[in-house]
């Protein structure tokens, strides 16, 4: 089976904090993605990757950036934390079959 | 563009009772359909899929979905809930030809009383 992990599972960050959130998968695919979770609002795609250095927006982008420089790994970066940004963070990756999960990163922004 | 409605944000039963959680979709291309659950404090799993093959899908832990073109739905059954039941639950669309890219339904909250 295939396992994705995220680094952390609880982080409290403060405000104007540069953040890294890092997801490992291990199955060599090559779609990732990073979604927000929020109640309410389901899940919501923030960016996701093709392929190693390639990476597109998703429809809520904006404060965050990401990067993937080895194909298991996709990082997610809040540059400048704001307390909006307070939400759980989930990784995944894909195949037509569908989508397998990481355990989520539930951040606070203080 | 996908979109996906999840009609009930929380769904109450009693313990053997059926289960109903219905999910309406739009597509612009022939869709793959999901659901997927998360328990409390849980990444999400897959339940159940429906790729083009058969319209009656059956997942795990007892589940199963019917796609219905005509009406655009995705309802989630089970013809008798347990206590480990309770959880959040995802309707989810893709559209085949648009890519990888799942459009995600807000989730339906179920509670399985005693």
């Known amino acids: 089976d295939v396992k994705v992990t995220q680094s952390s599972r609880y982080l409290v960050k403060r405000t104007g904090e540069k953040v890294f959130l890092e997801c490992v998968q291990d199955?060599?695919?090559?779609?990732m993605f990073w979604y927000r979770q929020d109640p309410g609002l389901g899940l919501r795609l923030i960016y996701f990757s093709y392929d190693v250095k390639m990476k597109e927006k998703g429809d809520i982008p904006e404060g965050y950036s990401v990067s993937r420089e080895k194909k298991e790994r996709f990082s997610l970066i809040l540059e400048s934390a704001s307390t909006n940004q307070t939400s759980m963070y989930l990784c995944a990756t894909n195949i037509r079959a569908g989508y397998t999960f990481g355990s989520g990163t539930r951040l606070t922004v203080v | 563009a996908q979109s996906v409605t999840q009609l009930d944000s929380h769904v109450s039963v009693s313990e053997g009772t059926p289960v109903l959680l219905r999910c309406n979709y739009s597509s612009s291309y022939s869709p793959s359909l999901f659901w997927y659950v998360q328990h409390p404090n849980k990444g999400l799993q897959l339940l159940l899929k429906y790729t083009s093959a058969a319209t009656l899908v059956k997942g795990i832990n007892g589940f199963e979905a019917e796609f219905k073109k005509s009406e655009t739905s995705f309802h989630l059954t089970k013809p008798s809930a347990h206590m480990s039941d309770a959880a959040e639950y995802f309707c989810v669309v893709s559209a085949r030809n648009y890519g990888q890219n799942f459009v995600f339904g807000p989730g339906t909250r179920l509670s399985v009383l005693p």
């Open positions: 199955m060599d695919h090559e779609n």
